[in-house]
Nanobody, 125 residues
Framework: QVRLVESGGGLVRAGGSLRLSCAASGSIFKINDMGWYRRTPGNQRELVATITTGGFARYVNSVEGRFTISRDNAENTVYLQMDSLKPEDTAVYYC???????????????????WGQGTLVTVSS
């Protein structure tokens, strides 16, 4: 069974850094675009960053220049390096993959819009 598992969240002071990881497990041949969303304490969902298989990255304006998304296609893993963190970055961060192609018997591929369980990032002022 294909799963996305995030790690790396935690509590950090403003100006600090965290690195989130998201590893996809299971019988996987290919993953198309991957990215990170976040849900704020006010329950607003926001797309933070996305990255294509070829490494083309896009960011929401509020994190441009502070966050860096990257991926390791061989390891089916996506990362989010977060620097110069601000209290308004506090949120639950979710990893996603828009299409996953795999080889599990009995599973209809591609899997579409696959999400992780989320990891909490708290930035104190």
């Amino acid at each position: 069974q294909v799963r996305l598992v995030e790690s790396g969240g935690g509590l950090v002071r403003a100006g600090g850094s965290l690195r989130l990881s998201c590893a996809a497990s299971g019988s996987i041949f290919k993953i198309n675009d991957m990215g990170w969303y976040r849900r704020t304490p006010g329950n607003q969902r926001e797309l933070v960053a996305t990255i294509t298989t070829g490494g083309f990255a896009r960011y929401v304006n509020s994190v441009e220049g502070r966050f860096t998304i990257s991926r390791d296609n061989a390891e089916n893993t996506v990362y989010l390096q977060m620097d110069s963190l601000k209290p308004e970055d506090t949120a639950v961060y979710y990893c996603y993959a828009d299409r996953i192609y795999g080889g599990d018997v009995g599973v209809h591929y591609p899997l579409v819009d696959v999400w992780g369980q989320g990891t909490l990032v708290t930035v104190s002022s």
